[in-house]
T-cell receptor, first 111, second 113 residues
Framework: GQSLEQPSEVTAVEGAIVQINCTYQTSGFYGLSWYQQHDGGAPTFLSYNALDGLEETGRFSSFLSRSDSYGYLLLQELQMKDSASYFCAVSSNSGYSTLTFGKGTMLLVSP | DTAVSQTPKYLVTQMGNDKSIKCEQNLGHDTMYWYKQDSKKFLKIMFSYNNKELIINETVPNRFSPKSPDKAHLNLHINSLELGDSAVYFC????????????FGSGTQLSVL
């Protein structure tokens, strides 16, 4: 089976930097994705890492270490609108490619 | 134009009823999904279809029956609704095997009374 662990909640202030960690256990690992979901909204894709290293997209960066089964999402210059839930998800091939989500990290950004 | 659209957005019904949720995507993707998000926000995959063929059925009760008339549509029919079916149901589409980027519909909040 697959399992993912991420913190349930993180708080930070505007302008700060926050890192949301994700560890996973899976067989047939393809890659690690991150999704953002605002209250009442749909999950939206943020990033995908298939190879080790850091991927940067604007204020958001995502990191993967396949050997450690670990990744993180780094959010810089936090804004109030970044308050949302952030999900890591693993892609794996158990016959067919599947995407399994972690339980989500609620990020609260305060003034 | 909405990429993945699902209807209705809200569904309130009585136990024992049968209901359907419709989903359409105009992205040309081959793969479509249904996910269930419970009150604790846990997103769990229910079904995956690739080119109208069922790929994944994750231990979902057979009261749930997906139907894909073509690769742009994946509807979800639920028979004999139970209280525990109350959740938000998300349709999604994507191209697996590449960047695994899924596009989600806006969700259907199902409340079973």
């Amino acid at each position: 089976g697959q399992s993912l662990e991420q913190p349930s909640e993180v708080t930070a202030v505007e302008g700060a930097i926050v890192q949301i960690n994700c560890t996973y256990q899976t067989s047939g690992f393809y890659g690690l994705s991150w999704y953002q979901q605002h209250d009442g909204g749909a999950p939206t894709f943020l990033s995908y890492n298939a190879l080790d290293g850091l991927e940067e997209t604007g204020r958001f960066s995502s990191f993967l270490s396949r050997s450690d089964s670990y990744g993180y999402l780094l959010l810089q210059e936090l804004q109030m609108k970044d308050s949302a839930s952030y999900f890591c998800a693993v892609s794996s091939n158990s016959g067919y490619s599947t995407l399994t989500f972690g339980k989500g990290t609620m990020l609260l950004v305060s003034p | 134009d909405t990429a993945v659209s699902q209807t209705p957005k809200y569904l309130v019904t009585q136990m024992g009823n049968d209901k359907s949720i419709k989903c359409e995507q105009n992205l040309g993707h081959d793969t479509m999904y249904w996910y269930k998000q419970d009150s604790k926000k846990f997103l769990k995959i229910m079904f995956s279809y690739n080119n109208k063929e069922l790929i994944i059925n994750e231990t979902v009760p057979n009261r749930f029956s997906p139907k894909s008339p073509d690769k742009a549509h994946l509807n979800l029919h639920i028979n004999s609704l139970e209280l525990g079916d109350s959740a938000v149901y998300f349709c999604a589409s994507g191209i697996t095997g590449l960047d695994e980027k899924l596009f989600f519909g806006s969700g259907t909040q199902l409340s079973v009374l």
